[in-house]
């Protein structure tokens, strides 16, 4: 009981320091504030400042100094960088519609070429421009009409179908002069005048007729899909053309087979072409169809912003780098070898590099199986709510620094203080062992920044439930053998993410001791941690640096082992031998090493002088 009222004396000792005192407030204050930092920047980008959205497109800028009519159903605004609504067939459309600027390009374009300005030779190819104009317009009309935002599904349908729309124009008017077809699908395609004789005028009257029914039935498709939002015929039309796809690289592996046939020398090459085509064809069979089925299947409508398509996105470029993955995999030594001065190998073993490649295997299969349960179950992994208060809560591992950056503080005062101070001897009066004296300033120093510790995190958790909803909580977090909830899964890597903290302040305690000065005992740790973080940027890219995975030093930055995208996710994936537990392990048992020197040191130390 004495010793345990010796750690409470201690305790308050060290809360009477106002500089540590006001150290510890921050760090608590600092876990309020990053979350509602978050909440009010997530507020301002989701209600931006009125203004003009332009994607990326080509602009063409008027001159015009005012707004001018160009005809009776259509009314253009003037410069087109004004970003002013237009209106088309009595439909004002402004400038936050995704086919605004498709629309306003196609209209100065419309307008210049009637006043004049005109890049062809023949008045007739002028015509015929203005009819295409008209053409596009009421195409990219139907679109803006339906759709109001970038994240529409059937935004992309325009670019799709818009290949037909020129196929049945330049169809239906191919009985029009040659040159006068040739100068205008050729500006407008971009294609030369040969590929256009052949495509569009060089055919049987059965060619022409069966290309015109299939660019009217591809557009038909496409209308209903916009005008009716026919979700299920927008993924059957997928599907077909994803089909479509398949059969046209497996007319090219036919193609690049007979010219090893026909070249033989050509063969390692070609074997290139084939294999990546083989690759693509893989790809569409094992990912783009099944998730198309998948959607229609659970009815997730591709652009919404909810967590479904996150899921669906990263099992999706999942599943196609698995693809690539299994090749690399299959790969000999001797082709390895081979390609040791490449991209490959350079400064690896194979052994490390198909160990590397293993690992990537590893952990895209496991995202592929935390989508894979979140989808099919309906409540979602934390990976696919970015927003949510588990995934800030998560985030907030990485500002530990803070709490590492106290536990240096009031390690390398607890000790070196009373030194400076002159308060040692007083120490020493007392009925206690030195052992005793030390070890209560100890343990009370960690009970101290473990409750700041503590309390940051729960407050962080309880600010971020607040503003982003406690709902999320409820939600499991998956693992390849099942689930938990979110304190089993946050609390083992919270406690994790608190053994560098503890190694710091162990090596500011040790130093406070064998030091007896504030300045060094603190500065010290600061710099290993600083030059840890340093040293594990050059250590990412260099593989002659491997043996520093032997060390505490990527250790320090434990909580970027829960994160992705990065040092330490890079060099798992490389093949480096970085272990968790190891790291967890090695850390205490350097943390007891520094305490057990600072105990003997402490010992046998002269007080008196």
Known sequence: MGFIRQIRYEVRNILKSKFLLIMAILAIVFSIAIPAISYFSQKARENPDDGIIMPTATIYRATYAEAKPIGPDYYYPGPIDKGEPIIID???????????????????????????????VSPASVDLMLKLYDEELQYYLLFAKQITTYQDYRTELAWRGI????????????????????????????????????????????????????????????????????????????????QKDIDGLKENIAIQEKAIIDNPEQEPYLDQVIKDLQRQINVIETSTIPILEYRLEKNIIPGLLIWQNNALSDMESSRNQLVYLQEQLNITEEEWNENQRGNWGQN???????????????????????????????????????????????DFLQYTTVIALFGVLLGGWLIASEYQQGTIRLLMIRPKTRTKILMSKFVAAIIVWLAVAFASSLLNAVTNGVLFGFSDFAFPNYTVDGEMGFIAY?????????????????????LSVVAKNIAVSIALPIL???????????????????????????????PSFFARYTNIDYLIQRGVSLNL???????????????????????????VN
């Open 90 to 120: 009595g439909v004002t459309i402004d400038n936050r519609n995704p086919f605004y600027w498709n629309l306003q390009s196609i209209l100065y374009e419309k307008d210049a070429l009637e006043k004049g300005s005109s890049p062809f």
């Open 163 to 242: 290949e037909s729309l020129y196929d049945k124009f330049f169809f239906e008017h191919n009985d029009v002069d040659i040159k006068v077809l040739q100068e205008v699908a050729a500006y407008r395609k971009g294609v030369d005048p040969e590929t256009i004789r052949s495509k569009y005028i060089d055919v049987t009257s059965e060619e022409r007729l069966a290309a015109l029914l299939k660019a009217e039935e591809e557009l038909a498709l496409i209308k209903d899909i916009v005008a009716n939002n026919n979700f299920p015929a927008y993924i059957d039309m997928r599907i077909k053309m994803a």
């Open 348 to 394: 690896q073993t194979y052994a490390e590099y198909i160990e590397g490649i293993k690992q990537q295997i590893n952990s895209t299969n496991k995202t592929i199986i935390i989508a894979q349960k979140s989808l099919d179950t309906g409540r979602p992994d934390m990976a696919y709510v970015p927003t949510g208060p588990r995934r800030k809560t998560t």
């Open 490 to 510: 946050y609390l083992p890597k919270f406690l994790a993410c608190v053994t560098p903290v503890l190694f710091t302040f162990t090596i500011a305690f040790m």
């Open 528 to 558: 290993f941690y600083i030059g840890s973080v340093i040293t594990m940027g050059i250590f990412s890219y260099s593989a002659n640096m491997n043996w520093l995975a032997y060390t505490p030093i990527p250790y320090m930055q434990m």
């Open 581 to 607: 537990t190891y790291g967890v392990l090695m850390l205490l048992v350097l943390s007891a090493v520094c305490t057990a020197i600072a105990v003997v040191v402490f010992k046998k130390r002269d007080i």
